[in-house]
């Protein structure tokens, strides 16, 4: 692949960069765009100017939407690519002040004194006045092309600023699902924890009234503390979860809690969501916006090695006054002026022109293959990501009938412990199938919502023009 020629683009035109014909040049006839996902099932087709900049308000989850506000404002990263977007803002402006000229002026004087043996003193004053002007042509536009090199450095770092946004949006999002399914877990394992002790108690009546041997009692203080031992893992794991927020949110340990506190369960996903066509996700992802506006910045680079090994042309001109006499220092009779032109042209280097222009045509071969790897990244990330919310529904809607069913299998098991129909072993099965049931099911719907934020993240949402 020419990865040269193809990349002769102004920043001005990134606009459709990320098309379909622009981006088939840049990834190669060997890697053809698809025209539709894969995977998408039954998610219909979106329009391509659909909003994703705040996708998780369609979780209904204030307490989620406040959070996800406070990290986007106060987040280490956040504040540390912004100060990235204001360097290469002053970047640019460096180098668009070579391409006009520059001025120098000063004014200085000068005084001497001496004594003599016999006629007292003897002075000798001078005063001039000066201003320089030099400017070097930009005949062969090196120096336009370091500029618009230093304007695409621009936008790269404008879309990173977009692109962390958009992965702290998800990431909070599904820190936030974990903790919540963690809380949802200790809920259902402290009301199994409650029947296993009624259970348990039950089976101290029973030995005592000798309708039990001391087996049965064993086992059902057993499977009573073995529950109990799995409180401080979801325990812990909760405390960690609130400090993984305040961490994303830029906050100490704790600062969250009182607004965490505010439970609304697992985040549940909507009941649909649009999906647009590859292309437009290229367009929209921040990530392949980035390394586009990096394939420019490469290619203008090369454009402006290119040109040291042509002729330069340097004007310079002089204004000066040189008097005697400090009152005259600004008259226009004392004035003198000069100008002059010079050409110079590299003559022998040693290869050093030769070695950096080579240097700055591989780092745009990199920059194209990194492009190319981002639109590859992109595109198995959605696919990835749509399975994961087709599968996991699938088996969602089987876990809650087996989950059902074992519930109900439990609550007779237990009738029928009571009545004396069947051993304690009957009961701790059915016990032990209902939570791991329960435990699964709250998994495979934190798997679900967890598979929609990675969606819309794969989508290229939680970024705006405006934020």
Not at 170 to 198: G, P
Not at 271 to 300: E, F
């Amino acid at each position: 692949m020419n990865f040269v020629c193809v990349l002769i683009l102004s920043g001005a035109a990134f606009a459709g960069l990320t098309g379909c014909a622009v981006t088939s040049t840049l990834v190669g006839d060997d890697m053809k765009l698809p025209a539709e996902w894969k995977n998408a099932g039954n998610f219909p087709v979106a329009s391509p100017d659909r909003d994703l900049s705040r996708w998780w308000a369609h979780f209904n989850d204030p307490t989620l939407n406040h959070l996800i506000a406070g990290v986007l404002e106060d987040n280490p990263d956040v504040q540390t690519a912004v100060s990235r977007v204001r360097e290469s803002r002053a970047n640019r402006a460096v180098q668009r002040a070579a391409l006009f000229p520059s001025l120098d002026g000063g004014v200085s004087g000068n005084a001497r004194r001496s004594r003599t043996d016999s006629a007292g003193t003897t002075s000798s004053d001078a005063y001039s006045a000066r201003l320089d002007a030099s400017w070097e042509v930009d005949i062969f536009g090196g120096n336009r092309s370091a500029v618009e090199a230093a304007t695409a450095s621009l936008g790269a770092a404008s879309e990173e600023l977009n692109s962390v946004h958009a992965s702290l949006a998800a990431e909070v999002a599904a820190t936030y699902t974990s903790l919540r399914a963690n809380e949802a877990k200790l809920a259902v394992l402290k009301q199994n924890i409650t029947s296993r002790e009624e259970t348990a108690q039950l089976a101290a009546w029973r030995l005592k009234a000798g309708e039990a041997d001391s087996l049965e009692a064993t086992q059902s203080q057993s499977s009573l503390e073995s529950a109990r031992a799995g409180l401080p893992a979801l325990e812990q794991a909760i405390g960690q979860g609130k400090n993984d927020l305040a961490l994303l949110a830029g906050q100490t340990p704790g600062t969250l809690d009182t607004w965490l506190a505010r439970s609304h369960g697992v985040p549940i996903p909507p009941s649909s969501l649009a999906v647009g066509i590859p292309a437009d996700v290229l367009r929209q992802r921040p990530d392949v916006r980035a390394a586009g506006y990096q394939v420019l910045a490469a290619a203008a680079s090369t454009r402006a090695t290119e040109a040291t090994q042509y002729p330069s042309l340097n004007l310079s001109g002089a204004l000066g006054i040189d008097t005697l006499s400090s009152s005259r220092l600004f008259d226009p009779e004392s004035a003198a002026a000069s100008i002059a032109a010079n050409i110079a042209s590299p003559i022998f280097n040693a290869g050093r022109i030769k070695a950096n222009i080579e240097a700055t045509r591989a780092r745009e071969e990199q920059a194209v293959l990194n492009y190319r790897k981002a639109v590859l990244t992109a595109l198995s990330d959605t696919e990835n990501a749509l399975i994961a919310c087709r599968r996991s529904a699938e088996r969602l809607t089987t876990l809650e009938k087996a989950t059902q069913l074992a519930r109900e299998a439990d609550e007779i098991a237990r009738q029928r412990y009571e009545a004396g129909e069947i051993d304690f072993l009957d009961v701790l099965d059915s016990q032990r199938t209902l939570l791991s049931l329960e435990d699964s099911l709250l998994s495979t719907r934190t798997d679900r919502t967890t598979a929609y934020i990675r969606l819309y993240q794969a989508l290229g949402g939680g970024w705006s023009s405006g934020s």
